[in-house]
């Protein structure tokens, strides 16, 4: 049983309790709740990468997924950034305000890694000047493909004027991040956003995990993140714990 209270609208959670599952995706479940403004997201140690191409389990993955983003989702909200976390409900479920959610990923890069040095060249590990905010359509059938404000609208998946809020948003959370993840000898490379509508506001949704996040080791470059699954790096289950302890700030 879990009593809480929601700092900006005084959500009353007592006893809250799923009901209808409402979706299932890759790494997580979300549910419905009695109260229609509210669900509960389930991280599972389920794991996928280059588009359901290869699949497996980490082992406790989603208690550290759960509890690495209740962590950062709170820190993000005493910084005056508006996310969907009501609260931590247990080790495995995020108790969640409900969001339409918008249909575009934001992509905030600091170091190339990933698809950047793949698509355009770059040497991994060059640090850009200047973050580098994409947008991905969130559309699995399509692969997730790269896209800029045009598309987005002319799909109608987001106003101009969304976008530039996605945009704004992004940067002033990398912001946040870096500093959070340098404080704790990490660096972040880079990571993605889902955000969504809810009462005529836009908030910040989904999750950040080392499943969304590349981290690298701040003195030795070490990959800690999903990029140990995706290429068989090994260590994968030690090095998700070992982010988890670094950012709930444990020993
Ligand atoms: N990312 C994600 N979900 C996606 C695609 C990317 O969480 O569907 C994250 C990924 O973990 C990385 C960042 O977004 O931290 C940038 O990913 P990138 O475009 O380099 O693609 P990837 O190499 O992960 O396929």
């Given at each position: 049983m879990v009593i809480g209270?929601?700092?900006?609208?005084?959500?009353?959670?007592?006893?809250?309790k799923k009901t209808t599952q409402l979706y299932e995706g890759k790494a997580k479940k979300v549910f419905l709740t009695d109260d229609s403004n509210l669900v509960i997201q389930e991280f599972k140690d389920d794991a996928t990468a280059f588009n359901n191409k290869k699949k497996g389990t980490i082992a406790e993955k989603g208690i550290v997924n759960n509890a690495v983003s209740c962590k950062l989702f709170a820190m993000l909200e005493e910084n005056g950034i508006r996310t969907h976390l009501v609260e931590k409900l247990s080790d495995r479920e995020m108790l969640c305000r409900r969001l339409d959610?918008?249909?575009?990923?934001?992509?905030?890069?600091?170091?190339?890694?990933?698809?950047?040095?793949?698509?355009?060249?770059?040497?991994?590990g060059t640090v850009l000047e200047r973050p580098i905010v994409e947008f991905y359509l969130k559309d699995d059938d399509l692969d997730d493909p790269l896209m800029n404000e045009f598309h987005a609208v002319a799909l109608g998946v987001a106003t101009l004027e969304e976008l530039a809020v996605l945009k704004q948003r992004a940067e002033a959370i990398n912001a946040l991040l870096r500093k959070f993840f340098a404080e704790r000898k990490?660096?972040?490379?880079?990571?993605?956003?889902?955000?969504?509508?809810?009462?005529n506001e836009i908030l910040l949704g989904d999750e950040i995990s080392p499943d969304t996040c590349r981290f690298w080791d701040l003195e030795t470059n070490e990959k800690m993140d999903k990029d140990r699954f995706r290429f068989d790096l090994g260590s994968v289950e030690d090095a998700y714990s070992e982010v988890q302890r670094r950012v709930l700030d444990l020993d």
């Open positions: 209270c929601d700092s900006h609208s005084k959500i009353k959670t007592f006893n809250m959610i918008i249909k575009v990923e934001v992509v905030v890069r600091n170091i190339a890694a990933g698809s950047l040095v793949k698509r355009y060249g770059f040497a991994e990490l660096k972040l490379v880079d990571f993605k956003l889902e955000f969504g509508r809810h009462n």
